[in-house]
């Protein structure tokens, strides 16, 4: 076991530490070591698998892949799309990027409008 003074944010810890096999591992605290946000790691949530429309009926949304504003809104709710086809465009960095269906479907809701600004994974269209 070895022991360590680490700084965190002008406050300095003292920790042990003590190498250990992934089969061994037993999660403990020291009484001298006090908890506080920095030093407390939180478990990562795993990301969900993504469903794919294998004949089923279900909402499914399109969401913004980056930040930026909307330039035009080509697809209406209640229209058919196919797959590729372009629903909307979406400017970021000074470039038009084509927001395109990934699926065959009807167009259940907008919920953007031209002109608005989105970020990274707003919900830009729902469709079935």
Do not use: H, R, W
């Not at 790691?41 to 429309?53: A, E, I, R, S």
Request: charged share 25%; no cysteine; glycine share 8%.
């Amino acid at each position: 076991m070895k022991k360590y003074k680490i700084t965190v944010n002008g406050k300095t810890y003292e920790v042990e530490v003590e190498e250990i096999g992934a089969q061994n591992f037993i999660p403990t605290q020291t009484a001298n070591a006090p908890t506080s946000p920095e030093v407390t790691q939180q478990p990562k949530p795993q990301p969900q698998p993504k469903q794919k429309n294998s004949g089923t009926v279900g909402k499914q949304k399109i969401t913004s892949p980056m930040p930026g504003t909307i330039m035009s809104i080509n697809k209406k709710p209640g229209g058919k799309i196919q797959k590729g086809d372009v629903i909307m465009i979406l400017e970021a960095m000074k470039m038009e990027n084509e927001i395109i269906a990934p699926e065959d479907g009807v167009i259940t809701s907008i919920d953007t409008s031209e002109g608005a600004s989105v970020n990274t994974g707003d919900i830009l269209a729902t469709f079935e």
